[in-house]
């Protein structure tokens, strides 16, 4: 297993699609903060409250200048049907190929089952990586606390 991406360091670049087809790629969103969330898979039961409770909190992240994105290793069609049907108003990036490809380079692909695990990095302006959560997959994860820390991080 790779190490995790720690507080401190620079994000790893990547350039993946997201629900839509678009590219998305992370240095292009330099100037405001940029929260990753992978997660193992959509349409699951815990991704699918996350996200949710993520979609509900995303005008506090937005008001705070924040840009979500949430990364997983299924294809873009069924991160569109999925994002459509849930109503995400933030971008749903495919890590399917090189399959977890970002994923490991972050540190978080559990390299067995071939998903991501729930690992969340919050990146500042210029790139460099300023809070991370890890979770175990069958729990959902604090979005009231990556709302804190976006405060936080904006002072």
């Known amino acids: 297993m790779t190490d995790t991406v720690s507080v401190g360091a620079r994000a790893p670049e990547f350039s993946l699609r997201d629900q839509y087809g678009q590219d ?21 039961g815990v ?43 933030f971008a749903l990036l495919s890590d399917f190929w090189p399959h977890g490809g970002v994923a490991r380079e972050y540190g978080v692909l ?15 302006a210029e790139g460099v990586v300023r809070w991370t959560a890890h979770t175990a997959v069958d729990r959902p994860r604090d979005v009231e606390e990556y709302v804190a820390q976006a405060r936080h991080l904006a002072g």
């Open 24 to 44: 998305t790629v992370l240095s292009a969103l330099r100037g405001g903060p940029v929260l990753v969330v992978f997660y193992p898979l959509a349409f699951s």
């Open 110 to 124: 559990d390299e067995g089952r071939g998903v991501a695990r729930r690992g969340t990095f919050l990146i500042d």
């Open 47 to 89: 991704c699918s409250g996350e996200l949710a409770d993520l979609r509900d909190h995303h005008d506090e992240l937005r008001d705070l200048g924040v840009t979500v994105l949430a990364v997983s290793v299924d294809s873009t069609f069924a991160l569109r049907t999925w994002s459509v049907r849930e109503g995400f108003p």
